[in-house]
């Protein structure tokens, strides 16, 4: 069974983002970029999928700039066997990159798809429900264990006041959440043999996407600002104040 | 202009958040019908026309629609969505999240996620970058998919009459199926919508410690939530789990025990009434938002506080 994971190049998770002075958006010029760690944990699941002897190949995904490379070379470390770059300079919105990855699906004819839930500069929470709409697949959402036998790819699903578990036919889209696995550290060795896995270049033209913006960005602004409050000297003066100065209990 | 929402329930009841909804629905488009996708909801049905503000509510009521499986509430949807609706729109919770998506595709449409605010009818803002950022975003699309945060817009008020219609039902599509739920049962408020929060990070140290939290909470009939690294170290279960990867509180009372306060957290939280904080760092980032903060140990100060609220 072939496994396509979808990888995603984001703004490292411990970079704190400033918004440009201008207002056009956050400044991300020299800062560290990484995989979305949702992806990352989307890799992860693919490769014990194949250590598991469920899956045959991992093939890793990514669409944007060419220093996306990098990021696929990451995957490629953690295990993946080959990777593809849809390449291109324009902004990406979700609709689009799900187009590109319909595309590539469409190709590769993966029996699972699995990629984050969502991506932490965006945090759009999109791109794999479209891209199963878009191939007319079931689809997973917020995975955090998957089980596949038989056909079918048995999801437990983390959802608004628990846990639920859907079983969906293959091929499918599965998109992960955080307690799905704990990802591997990637090892010097395997950094080395990463450099040697193929690496095909796509352009979203030749896969006929338009990828065309449709969303456009107004501006983006600093959020509000709270302003810290008082500090306490004891719970007897919190209960006060909570009671009579905030009004929040009785 | 006129917007669709997808009503979130469990086919006995509407889930409040829906309200909310329409809130920013009205802002945005004017008028308003809601569709309920469920199996044996007809009491949804009678919920949601109460809602002031609602034009008409429709129900597409079918077996295959109990467990609201995304392929399945998908199709219904968008079978009603391409009724010349200006606006799609549902709650940014795991249900909204999961379906409105795939509709918005299935027409070649972009969504607005999690939107905040209602700027213009085809603007609007939403958090970027873990809510480090807002950008107001505008869609050109022909119709406006958007998913609500609930707790940015007040609840619509009840007293609406709106007509309650039967839609034809889509074929079941038979590509999922449901296995099984694990809702915690609990007597506490849920905790997306409570008025007030008690939450526990990872100087709690244990599950056992978390009990203690469960006495203050039912004193203020508060619900639970913890942090990201309480519920990584497995002190609390993962749906308690407030943050921007997990759940968006903003209560009239958020009481942080033993929480440091990481960027993660606090945008899950900032937008809380009033937060309290009570943790032995004086320096935690959390007395940074904190509108009351208590420097103390906190196995002293919350058994002390559970006294003194009596």
């Keep these: 069974m072939k496994v396509l994971v979808c990888v995603k190049r984001v703004v490292d998770y411990n970079v704190k983002v400033r918004v440009k002075p201008d207002q056009t958006g956050v400044d991300i010029a020299n800062v560290k970029m990484s995989m979305n760690p949702f992806d990352e944990i989307a890799v992860e699941e693919a490769m014990r999928l194949k250590e598991a002897s469920v899956a045959t190949e991992v093939i890793a995904v990514s669409c944007g700039v060419s220093q996306c490379q990098e990021t696929l070379r990451t995957a490629l470390a953690i295990g993946a066997d080959r990777a593809i770059l849809v390449e291109t300079d324009a902004e990406l919105q979700p609709l689009a990159v799900a187009k590109l990855l319909a595309a590539v699906v469409e190709r590769e004819q993966p029996q699972l798809v699995i990629l984050g839930k969502q991506a932490i500069d965006d945090d759009a929470n999109q791109t794999g429900q479209m891209l199963a709409a878009l191939r007319s697949l079931p689809q997973a959402t917020f ?19 628990g846990l639920e578990t859907v079983s969906v036919r293959l ?55 709270r302003q810290a409050g008082i500090r306490v000297p004891d719970v007897a003066t919190l209960v006060t104040k909570l009671r009579d100065e905030a009004k929040v209990i009785s | 202009m006129r917007a669709l929402i997808l009503a979130e329930h469990d086919n006995a009841a509407l889930k409040a958040l829906t309200r909310n909804v329409v809130t920013a629905a009205v802002q945005a488009a004017g008028e308003v019908d809601i569709l309920v996708v469920g199996s044996g909801c007809a009491a949804v049905a009678q919920q949601a026309k109460a809602i002031a503000g609602v034009s008409k509510v429709f129900v597409a009521d079918a077996p295959h629609f109990a467990d609201a499986l995304a392929e399945n509430v998908a199709a219904q949807l968008l079978a009603v969505a391409a009724k010349g609706y200006s606006h799609v729109m549902a709650p940014a919770s795991s249900f909204g999240k999961n379906v409105l998506p795939r509709v918005a595709a299935q027409l070649d449409c972009s969504q607005i996620s999690d939107a905040i605010a209602v700027v213009a009818p085809d603007t609007f803002a939403r958090p970027i970058y873990a809510g480090n950022a807002i950008a107001t975003v505008q869609c050109a699309d022909p119709i406006i998919f958007v998913t609500v945060r609930p707790t940015s817009f007040a609840a619509a008020a009840h007293g609406g009459a709106a007509a309650v219609e039967s839609v034809a039902t889509v074929a079941d599509p038979a590509v ?5 739920r694990e809702i915690a049962k609990s007597d506490r408020p849920e905790l997306a919508g409570a008025k007030v929060v008690v939450s526990g990070g990872r100087a709690l140290g244990s599950a056992e410690n978390f009990k203690l939290l469960d006495r203050l909470a039912q004193r203020l009939n508060a619900a639970l939530g913890a942090s990201r690294a309480a519920v990584d170290a497995g002190y609390a279960p993962n749906d308690w789990q407030v943050g921007q990867t997990g759940k968006i509180v903003a209560p009239q009372l958020y009481i942080a025990i033993g929480i440091s306060g990481a960027i993660q957290h606090l945008a899950g939280m900032k937008d809380s009434k009033v937060i309290v904080a009570i943790n032995k760092d004086a320096d ?27």
Excluded: C, H
């Design chain 1, 143 to 161: 995975a955090s264990r998957l089980k596949v036998a038989q056909g079918w790819a048995e999801v437990t699903r983390e959802v608004d006041g």
């Design chain 1, 171 to 225: 091929p499918a889209v599965v998109t992960t959440d955080l307690r799905l696995n704990e990802p591997r550290y990637v090892t010097l060795p395997n950094i080395m043999k990463a450099k040697k896995k193929p690496l095909e270049v796509l352009l979203p033209a030749s896969l006929g996407v338009d990828v065309a913006p449709r969303l456009k960005t107004v501006r983006v602004t600093e959020p509000p600002q």
């Design chain 2, 176 to 180: 999922s199926r449901f296995v099984g």
């Design chain 2, 284 to 310: 935690a980032p959390i007395f940074q938002v904190a509108d009351y903060g208590l420097v103390a140990d906190l196995f002293q100060a919350v058994p002390e506080l559970i006294e003194k609220l009596g």
